[in-house]
């Protein structure tokens, strides 16, 4: 049986509704993101409040927006970026308006490099992929995100990539649904000197077994067509005939020895400068 006080609560909390502001203040919604890079459906979740902040059961908002080509509204919020532009989605509930900026940034491609060579201990080195929209113009107000798919090898912060051991990754860049892929290979470097060589001089540098990868280059008068050989012994490595600059790669098996030559020009030949790098490199 109820008692005379339960009614009175029950009468008072009715009356308390009954008065309740029900005038629309603002609208309350999660903030939207900052670029929408998809053409999935989404919406923001909207509620029309008083100016307490209290939310207005009676009260839904309705929804339009545009440009139509852009952003597609449905009456009950429902919205879908179609393509890249800056958009307004317009919020209505008892004579309140309140504009929402949107930007739909939906991408059509991803440019990264084709490959990707990284050093261990180097400082770290920057993928920068490009997020391209309609007609390959570049998407600005997005972060393309990079993962690795062997952090064991090489790790990603931000599209900084480190090298952590010789070996080879993938690295995925995504945006909205969007991915590209770019080989890495990480290597070691076991050699990194300057070389200055008169004519028929040698260098000479001892590699232990490993697979290896060679680069030389050189500077010198291009009007004299003259640069270093690479030779070989203990190696099967195949010897490198004269040129400015040499870019090979080569499995020794057993400790060898490396020889980088100025060729002998009959007493005419310049001296040559430059630098000698070897990475220990995947096979």
Not at 66 to 76: C, H, T, W
Not at 85 to 109: F, I, M, N, Q, Y
Not at 161 to 185: C, D, H, M, Y
């Amino acid at each position: 049986m109820r008692t005379p006080l339960t009614i009175a609560v029950a009468f008072l909390s009715a009356l308390a509704l009954a008065c309740a502001d029900k005038t629309p203040a603002t609208f309350k919604y999660d903030p939207p993101p900052a670029a929408v890079t998809n053409t999935n459906y989404f919406s923001l979740h909207v509620s029309v409040v008083n100016k307490k902040g209290e939310t207005i059961a009676s009260q839904s908002p309705t929804y339009s927006g545009g440009p139509a080509d852009v952003l597609e509204v449905s009456a009950s919020g429902n919205l879908r970026c179609a393509k890249t532009g800056d958009a307004t989605l317009t919020l209505s509930a008892g004579g309140l308006s309140e504009p929402v900026a949107l930007k739909c940034r939906v991408p059509t491609e991803i440019t990264v490099p084709a490959e990707l060579h990284v050093v261990i201990g180097a400082p770290p080195t920057a993928l920068n992929p490009r997020a391209l929209g309609e007609g390959g113009k570049p998407l600005d107000g997005v972060t393309v995100e990079v993962t690795s798919s062997d952090p064991s090898i090489a790790t990603v912060d931000g599209d900084k990539v480190k090298g952590v051991a010789v070996g080879k990754a993938r690295l995925q860049s995504s945006l909205g649904g969007i991915t590209s892929v770019t080989p890495v290979e990480v290597l070691e470097k076991v050699v990194s000197e300057p070389v200055t060589l008169r004519e028929g001089a040698s260098r000479s540098f001892t590699l232990q077994p490993a697979y290896y990868l060679v680069v030389i280059e050189t500077k010198v008068d291009p009007r004299l067509k003259q640069g270093v050989t690479v030779g070989w012994s203990g190696a099967g490595c195949p010897n490198q005939l004269e040129n400015t600059s040499h870019r090979f790669n080569c499995r020794v098996d057993e400790t060898a020895t490396m020889i980088v030559t100025n060729p002998k020009l009959i007493g005419i030949g310049a001296t040559v400068t430059g630098t000698v790098n070897v990475f220990r490199a995947p096979d």
